[in-house]
Antibody, heavy 120, light 110 residues
Framework: EVQLVESGGGLVQPGGSLRVSCAASEFSFSRYAMSWVRQAPGKGLEWVSGLSGSGGSTYYADSVKGRFTISRDNSKNMVYLQMKSLRAEDTAVYYC?????????????WGKGTPVTVSS | QSVLTQPPSASGTPGQRVTISCSGSSSNIGSNTVNWYQQFPGTAPKLLIYTNNQRPSGVPDRFSGSNSGTSASLAISGLQSEDEADYYCAAWDDSLNGGVFGGGTKLTVL
């Protein structure tokens, strides 16, 4: 079964850093772009970042540009989101998602999410 | 404020047809395809409609999508109680060079 499992979420102080990870299984990982989407408590979905199958192309929402870095390790079937200079407004459940094709925001497989809380 | 605009709520009775709109601009819906997601409380979103009007395997044909110009719509016919969920539209935005979602529409089955 195609599966994505996020990990690494937790409580972090404002200004701090955190890296969330996503382990992929049962599909040809390097062939597919991957994205991170977040959802603040009681709010809607927000696309955060995406990267191509090779990792050579990366994209970011303006709200995280310069603070977050997306990366992948195709040898380990892993995708990461390194978050720095965290703010209270970054508090959310972070979902990892597989892009169905070369397009973005066409996500056909989602993980269950990992919660990130930014608070002192 | 979301880049794509959806009504915050919609409702219908069992068996009815309801539509949910998604309004954008020339840089997103006007030049890229639209995808729709369904989300139940406490769970991850699920791809419902992709590339404007395509259904993934397993999605009932009661769900359909369309778009025109800078707007898109999701239609649900033969409404069922299990359709009560949040629905989101999404598209790529060429100006932002990133993905954008609508604010979401909470569908209530009366």
């Amino acid at each position: 079964e195609v599966q994505l499992v996020e990990s690494g979420g937790g409580l972090v102080q404002p200004g701090g850093s955190l890296r969330v990870s996503c382990a992929a299984s049962e599909f040809s990982f390097s062939r597919y772009a991957m994205s991170w989407v977040r959802q603040a408590p009681g709010k809607g979905l927000e696309w955060v970042s995406g990267l191509s199958g090779s990792g050579g192309s990366t994209y970011y929402a303006d709200s995280v540009k310069g603070r977050f870095t997306i990366s992948r390790d195709n040898s380990k079937n892993m995708v990461y989101l390194q978050m720095k200079s965290l703010r209270a407004e970054d508090t959310a459940v972070y979902y990892c998602a597989k892009e169905r094709s070369g397009d973005y925001v066409l996500m056909d497989v989602w993980g269950k999410g990992t919660p990130v809380t930014v608070s002192s | 404020q979301s880049v794509l605009t959806q009504p915050p709520s919609a409702s219908g009775t069992p068996g009815q047809r309801v539509t949910i709109s998604c309004s954008g601009s020339s840089s997103n819906i006007g030049s890229n395809t639209v995808n729709w997601y369904q989300q139940f409380p406490g769970t991850a979103p699920k791809l419902l409609i992709y590339t404007n009007n395509q259904r993934p395997s397993g999605v009932p044909d009661r769900f359909s999508g369309s778009n025109s110009g800078t707007s898109a719509s999701l239609a649900i016919s033969g409404l069922q109680s299990e359709d009560e969920a949040d629905y989101y539209c999404a598209a790529w935005d060429d100006s932002l060079n990133g993905g954008v979602f609508g604010g979401g529409t909470k569908l209530t089955v009366l």
